[in-house]
């Protein structure tokens, strides 16, 4: 049985098309349980996610993929990261953790708000952290051959 755990909406605004209603459908035409959307550095469509999900029989996944700042080598270098909600404090730990990131910490060079590494571990309960993939910090190493 697959559910899909990483899934940029149009609400990613840069690198998503996918549309809310058309991926709900979808998941349900393919009798997927759940799916998860994890938009870059947002949870805007998190209330049209969940109705619809509900609504068509779909467990909607709440999660974001956020830049983290303090991961890499190099100092002020970003990583992405997934991070997945497990529950309503998880929710409210998203919440905070991408409004300090956009109220505290955005790159001046890339226009991107980042958590704080330390924020992370501050508030890391109810959250499921994936690798990121080939941009996360797992991902680089492995890309480097280390």
Not at 2 to 30: C, M, P, Q, W, Y
Not at 107 to 114: L, T
Request: glycine residues 12%.
């Amino acid at each position: 049985m697959f559910v899909h755990l990483r899934l940029h909406t149009e609400f990613s605004v840069v690198d998503g098309t996918n549309r809310i209603d058309e991926v709900i459908k979808a998941a349900a035409a393919d009798k997927q349980p759940a799916l998860a959307i994890t938009d870059l550095n947002n949870l805007f469509g998190t209330v049209k996610f969940y109705k619809q999900g509900r609504g068509k029989g779909v467990k909607p996944v709440i999660g974001a993929e956020i830049f983290i700042d303090g991961l890499g080598k190099e100092p002020g270098a970003l990583t992405r990261l997934i991070l997945l909600v497990q529950s309503i404090e998880g929710y409210l730990n998203l919440s905070e953790l991408l409004a300090r990131a956009w109220t505290q910490n955005v790159s001046r060079g890339q226009s991107q708000a980042a958590c704080k590494l330390e924020w992370l571990q501050e508030l890391q309960g109810g959250l499921i952290a994936l690798s990121g993939a080939q941009a996360g910090p797992l991902g680089q190493p492995l890309l480097q051959g280390q």
